[in-house]
């Protein structure tokens, strides 16, 4: 199972909105509506900030949205913040014997 | 509280042992999905085992033959055993729990815990 593709890195300014995208393939993103997206800071464990593609859990700011078309996912960060400078990894279900693969990651950089 | 604690992470020779530990508060292991996740050093995040709640064991093909999954019930701990160690499994070792009724997104994981392999 090869990893997912994303961009190495995106900047914006605060206030801008920025679009991550991840590709797979049919096996895996194009085949289940299983997307989740994980926001990870420096020396920190990543944390979920969406789930089942466009789903946010409690507590993470609406800013972060969602989507997916045919085998690319996208995650949408608008009304960028400092704060919001992290690395991010998109991740899909490819069946229960490879329950997460996982994207490069991608550096998102707050100018 | 949902809490995760991954301990047992260290300094290994190459072809060395280690078992890792993550003790789970706030839920019940064993009527979860949990998983192991590593992250290499500047690398990115690699999927690396899988327990699910019936008790069905999967490993990503890097670690097949030479990690085990496992679970402790009464303890509420999950484990990985790792054996024939290798420098290329020098990384951040994270345990994780996969929410079923989240799409199996990982919505708990631990601090993590440093394995480095050299001699």
């Known amino acids: 199972q090869s990893a997912l593709t994303q961009p190495a890195s995106v900047s914006g300014s605060p206030g801008q909105s920025i679009t991550i995208s991840c590709t797979g393939t049919s096996s895996d993103v194009g085949s289940y509506n299983l997307v989740s997206w994980y926001q990870q800071h420096p020396g920190k464990a990543p944390k979920l900030m969406i789930y089942?593609?466009?789903k946010r859990p409690s507590g993470v700011s609406n800013r972060f949205s969602g989507s997916k078309s045919g085998n690319t996912a996208s995650l949408t960060i608008s009304g960028l913040q400092a704060e919001d400078e992290a690395d991010y990894y998109c991740?899909?279900?490819?069946?229960?014997?490879?329950?997460?693969?996982f994207g490069g990651g991608t550096k998102l950089t707050v100018l | 509280e949902v809490q995760l604690v991954e301990s047992g992470g260290g300094l290994v020779q190459p072809g060395g042992s280690l078992r890792l530990s993550c003790a789970a508060s706030g839920f019940t292991v064993s009527s979860n999905y949990m998983s192991w996740v590593r992250q290499a050093p500047g690398k990115g995040l690699e999927w690396v085992s899988v327990?699910?709640?019936?008790?069905?064991?999967y490993y990503a093909d890097s670690v097949k033959g030479r990690f085990t999954i496992s679970r402790h019930n009464s303890k509420n701990t999950l484990y990985l055993q790792m054996n024939s160690l290798r420098a290329e499994d020098t990384a951040v070792y994270y345990c994780?729990?996969?929410?079923?009724?989240?799409?199996?997104?990982?919505?708990?994981w631990g601090q993590g815990t440093l394995v480095t392999v050299s001699s």
């Open positions: 994780a729990r996969l929410n079923t009724a989240g799409g199996n997104a990982a919505d708990y």
């Open positions: 327990i699910y709640s019936g008790g069905s064991t």
């Open positions: 991740c899909s279900y490819a069946g229960s014997s490879t329950p997460l693969v």
């Open positions: 089942e593609v466009s």
